[in-house]
């Protein structure tokens, strides 16, 4: 059972350049979304899903872009790499849509990215 | 705005201490509460989550308490074990079903 799935685990980028972080859960998740973790800071929530076709935007969402196009994926965007967009990227999942049936979010690994 | 406090930031205790970690939380409008557990380098993984209506859950020597009227949790570790060494979070769940975490408090318990 492989649970929540990242990738890469670890990326450096230059500034200006795009990437996508990959995220996939296998446990027919409805709920997924994107933390972001700096020092001293916690984690920020940037995007979330509540189904296929549904996102919306969390506390930190510029500069990033998702799409759910199937339940088990939900990849994100770094258009245009910044410096303030070094951080540690944490996807998570949930089986219910949230609010009052919200069960336990499941976390991925994480993937380390460094804009330099 | 909701925020998220815990108290304290880091704490050092001898094993088998009785522990305490507490979280506060500015808005009571909400779904559920989460203690989650991060080992160094690692993800989030949930210990304990306490629904809006309920005042306590239980697993093992983990014990978390809600008191939604007031803004606060608590977390107690019965026993505590150098393999419970790890950061401890706590997050909200708002009623814009979006999750609001706290800084977290850095648990070290030496043997």
């Known amino acids: 059972n492989a649970g929540v799935t990242q990738t890469p685990k670890f990326q450096v980028l230059k500034t200006g350049q795009s990437m996508t972080l990959q995220c996939a859960q296998d446990m027919n998740h409805e709920y997924m979304s994107w933390y972001r973790q700096d020092p001293g800071m916690g984690l920020r929530l940037i995007h979330y899903s509540v189904g296929a076709g549904i996102t919306d935007q969390g506390e930190v969402p510029n500069g990033y872009n998702v799409s759910r196009s199937t339940t088990e994926d939900f990849p994100l965007r770094l258009l245009s790499a910044a410096p303030s967009q070094t951080s540690v990227y944490f996807c998570?999942?949930?089986?219910?849509?949230?609010?009052?049936?919200?069960?336990?979010?499941?976390f991925g690994e994480g993937s380390r990215l460094t804009v330099l | 705005k909701q925020e998220v406090t815990q108290i304290p930031a880091a704490l050092s205790v001898p094993e088998g201490e009785n522990l305490v970690l507490n979280c506060s939380f500015t808005d009571s409008a909400i779904y559920n509460l989460q203690w989650f557990r991060q080992d160094p380098g690692k993800g989030l993984t949930s210990l304990l989550l306490?629904?809006?209506?309920?005042r306590e859950q239980t697993s093992g020597r983990l014990n978390a308490s809600l008191d939604k009227s007031s803004g606060r949790s608590t977390l107690y570790i019965a026993a505590s074990q150098p393999g419970d060494s790890a950061t401890y979070l706590c997050a909200v769940l708002e009623y814009g079903n979006k999750l609001v975490f706290g800084a977290g408090t850095i648990l070290r318990v030496k043997s």
């Open positions: 306490i629904q809006s209506s309920q």
């Open positions: 998570a999942s949930s089986y219910s849509p949230a609010g009052e049936l919200a069960g336990e979010l499941f």
